[in-house]
Protein backbone atom coordinates (compact mmCIF):
# COMPACT_ATOMS: atom_id res chain seq x y z
CA UNK A 1 0.00 0.00 0.00
CA UNK A 2 1.59 2.94 -0.80
CA UNK A 3 2.07 6.17 1.38
CA UNK A 4 -0.83 7.83 0.50
CA UNK A 5 -3.45 5.35 0.34
CA UNK A 6 -1.96 4.38 4.33
CA UNK A 7 -2.80 8.01 5.06
CA UNK A 8 -6.18 8.16 4.15
CA UNK A 9 -6.59 5.16 5.79
CA UNK A 10 -5.48 6.26 8.96
CA UNK A 11 -7.07 9.42 8.93
CA UNK A 12 -10.65 7.50 8.42
CA UNK A 13 -9.57 4.89 11.20
CA UNK A 14 -8.90 8.05 13.86
CA UNK A 15 -12.21 9.83 12.41
CA UNK A 16 -14.46 7.05 12.97
CA UNK A 17 -12.30 6.51 16.41
CA UNK A 18 -13.15 10.30 17.83
CA UNK A 19 -17.10 9.57 16.31
CA UNK A 20 -17.75 6.13 17.56
CA UNK A 21 -16.07 7.45 21.46
CA UNK A 22 -18.75 9.70 21.20
CA UNK A 23 -21.61 8.72 19.52
CA UNK A 24 -23.79 5.21 18.49
CA UNK A 25 -22.75 3.58 15.12
CA UNK A 26 -25.96 3.88 13.53
CA UNK A 27 -25.63 7.49 13.81
CA UNK A 28 -22.56 7.81 12.47
CA UNK A 29 -22.77 9.39 8.72
CA UNK A 30 -20.28 8.83 5.61
CA UNK A 31 -20.74 12.84 5.36
CA UNK A 32 -19.76 13.78 8.93
CA UNK A 33 -16.84 10.98 9.12
CA UNK A 34 -15.39 12.28 5.88
CA UNK A 35 -15.72 16.18 6.75
CA UNK A 36 -14.04 14.81 10.23
CA UNK A 37 -11.20 13.15 8.25
CA UNK A 38 -10.70 15.63 5.65
CA UNK A 39 -11.23 13.58 2.60
CA UNK A 40 -13.91 13.51 -0.31
CA UNK A 41 -17.25 10.84 0.43
CA UNK A 42 -16.15 9.28 -2.92
CA UNK A 43 -12.69 8.80 -0.98
CA UNK A 44 -13.85 7.02 1.84
CA UNK A 45 -15.74 4.74 -0.95
CA UNK A 46 -12.65 3.64 -2.20
CA UNK A 47 -11.61 2.31 1.03
CA UNK A 48 -15.02 1.12 2.36
CA UNK A 49 -18.23 0.12 1.51
CA UNK A 50 -20.02 1.93 4.19
CA UNK A 51 -19.51 2.51 7.97
CA UNK A 52 -20.31 -1.11 9.16
CA UNK A 53 -17.80 -2.75 7.09
CA UNK A 54 -14.88 -0.14 8.68
CA UNK A 55 -16.55 -0.90 11.96
CA UNK A 56 -16.18 -4.96 11.12
CA UNK A 57 -12.86 -4.30 9.82
CA UNK A 58 -11.71 -2.82 12.84
CA UNK A 59 -13.71 -4.53 15.85
CA UNK A 60 -11.73 -7.77 13.45
CA UNK A 61 -8.43 -6.22 13.83
CA UNK A 62 -8.57 -5.60 17.71
CA UNK A 63 -10.06 -9.31 18.12
CA UNK A 64 -7.60 -10.59 16.15
CA UNK A 65 -4.34 -8.28 17.91
CA UNK A 66 -5.60 -9.99 21.29
CA UNK A 67 -5.51 -13.05 20.01
CA UNK A 68 -2.22 -12.73 18.32
CA UNK A 69 -0.93 -11.58 21.65
CA UNK A 70 -1.62 -15.40 23.09
CA UNK A 71 2.29 -16.48 23.52
CA UNK A 72 0.70 -20.12 24.48
CA UNK A 73 -1.90 -20.94 22.60
CA UNK A 74 -1.37 -24.49 23.78
CA UNK A 75 -2.26 -23.74 27.47
CA UNK A 76 -6.06 -23.46 26.85
CA UNK A 77 -6.25 -27.00 28.40
CA UNK A 78 -3.17 -27.63 29.70
CA UNK A 79 -2.53 -24.74 31.65
CA UNK A 80 -5.77 -23.04 31.65
CA UNK A 81 -4.64 -19.81 34.43
CA UNK A 82 -1.62 -19.18 31.97
CA UNK A 83 -4.13 -18.82 28.82
CA UNK A 84 -6.45 -16.38 30.50
CA UNK A 85 -3.96 -14.24 32.16
CA UNK A 86 -2.31 -13.79 28.53
CA UNK A 87 -5.70 -13.07 27.51
CA UNK A 88 -6.69 -10.91 30.07
CA UNK A 89 -3.33 -8.82 29.36
CA UNK A 90 -4.37 -8.32 25.95
CA UNK A 91 -7.70 -7.12 26.87
CA UNK A 92 -5.83 -4.65 28.99
CA UNK A 93 -3.83 -3.70 26.33
CA UNK A 94 -6.44 -3.25 24.02
CA UNK A 95 -8.99 -2.03 26.19
CA UNK A 96 -9.79 1.74 24.83
CA UNK A 97 -10.84 0.37 21.53
CA UNK A 98 -12.76 -2.62 22.80
CA UNK A 99 -14.65 -0.38 24.91
CA UNK A 100 -14.75 2.34 21.90
CA UNK A 101 -15.80 -0.46 19.24
CA UNK A 102 -17.91 -2.83 21.07
CA UNK A 103 -20.06 -0.27 22.93
CA UNK A 104 -23.90 -0.26 22.13
CA UNK A 105 -25.70 -2.16 19.66
CA UNK A 106 -21.95 -4.14 18.76
CA UNK A 107 -21.53 -5.22 22.03
CA UNK A 108 -22.06 -8.81 20.96
CA UNK A 109 -20.02 -8.74 18.25
CA UNK A 110 -17.02 -9.11 20.59
CA UNK A 111 -17.45 -11.62 22.28
CA UNK A 112 -19.29 -14.07 18.80
CA UNK A 113 -15.42 -12.77 16.93
CA UNK A 114 -13.58 -13.90 20.15
CA UNK A 115 -15.55 -16.88 20.72
CA UNK A 116 -14.93 -18.33 16.65
CA UNK A 117 -11.04 -16.91 17.13
CA UNK A 118 -10.73 -18.92 20.36
CA UNK A 119 -12.41 -21.92 18.73
CA UNK A 120 -9.88 -21.70 15.80
CA UNK A 121 -6.54 -21.39 18.12
CA UNK A 122 -7.95 -24.59 19.82
CA UNK A 123 -7.83 -26.04 16.54
CA UNK A 124 -4.20 -25.19 15.23
CA UNK A 125 -3.22 -25.89 18.57
CA UNK A 126 -4.93 -29.40 18.70
CA UNK A 127 -5.01 -30.23 15.23
CA UNK A 128 -6.24 -33.80 16.20
CA UNK A 129 -8.27 -33.24 19.38
CA UNK A 130 -11.91 -33.32 19.20
CA UNK A 131 -13.85 -31.23 21.78
CA UNK A 132 -16.40 -33.12 23.27
CA UNK A 133 -19.84 -31.32 23.83
CA UNK A 134 -19.02 -30.84 27.30
CA UNK A 135 -15.66 -29.29 26.75
CA UNK A 136 -17.36 -26.46 23.50
CA UNK A 137 -20.09 -25.75 26.48
CA UNK A 138 -17.89 -24.94 29.04
CA UNK A 139 -15.64 -23.16 26.63
CA UNK A 140 -19.03 -21.20 25.56
CA UNK A 141 -20.08 -20.95 29.01
CA UNK A 142 -16.38 -18.98 30.15
CA UNK A 143 -16.37 -16.99 27.14
CA UNK A 144 -19.52 -15.49 27.31
CA UNK A 145 -19.87 -15.26 31.20
CA UNK A 146 -16.59 -13.64 31.05
CA UNK A 147 -17.61 -11.39 28.89
CA UNK A 148 -20.71 -9.74 30.51
CA UNK A 149 -18.89 -9.81 33.50
CA UNK A 150 -16.06 -7.73 32.01
CA UNK A 151 -18.55 -5.50 30.83
CA UNK A 152 -21.18 -5.13 33.54
CA UNK A 153 -18.28 -4.27 35.84
CA UNK A 154 -15.42 -2.93 33.95
CA UNK A 155 -15.45 0.26 35.17
CA UNK A 156 -14.50 -0.45 38.80
CA UNK A 157 -10.83 -1.56 37.39
CA UNK A 158 -9.96 -3.89 34.64
CA UNK A 159 -7.45 -5.83 36.54
CA UNK A 160 -9.63 -6.16 39.92
CA UNK A 161 -11.99 -7.79 37.25
CA UNK A 162 -10.28 -9.80 35.23
CA UNK A 163 -8.58 -10.95 38.79
CA UNK A 164 -11.77 -11.93 39.64
CA UNK A 165 -13.27 -13.46 36.63
CA UNK A 166 -9.48 -15.74 36.61
CA UNK A 167 -10.45 -16.91 40.22
CA UNK A 168 -14.40 -17.91 39.05
CA UNK A 169 -13.23 -19.39 35.85
CA UNK A 170 -10.42 -21.72 37.58
CA UNK A 171 -13.61 -22.96 39.95
CA UNK A 172 -15.43 -24.20 36.41
CA UNK A 173 -12.09 -25.53 35.79
CA UNK A 174 -11.94 -27.10 39.10
CA UNK A 175 -15.30 -28.66 39.16
CA UNK A 176 -14.62 -30.50 35.71
CA UNK A 177 -11.48 -31.87 37.20
CA UNK A 178 -13.53 -33.21 40.01
CA UNK A 179 -15.87 -34.31 37.69
CA UNK A 180 -13.89 -36.47 35.30
CA UNK A 181 -12.08 -37.93 38.33
Known sequence: MDLRTEKTRRSIINAFLELRAKKPLEK???KELSEKAEINKATFYLHYHDIY???ESLERDVVDSCLRSIQHPEAVFSSTRTFIAELSEAFVANERLIKILFEGSRSSSFVKLLEDGLNG??????PGHKQSMEDRMMLTYLI???YYTYFKYCDNG???VLDIIGRLTDGVL??????QE
Do not use: C, H, N, P
Not at 174 to 179: G, L, P
Open 174 to 179: QYKDEE
Open 158 to 160: IKS
Open 53 to 55: ELS
Open 121 to 126: MISRAY
Open 144 to 146: YGG
Open 28 to 30: ITV
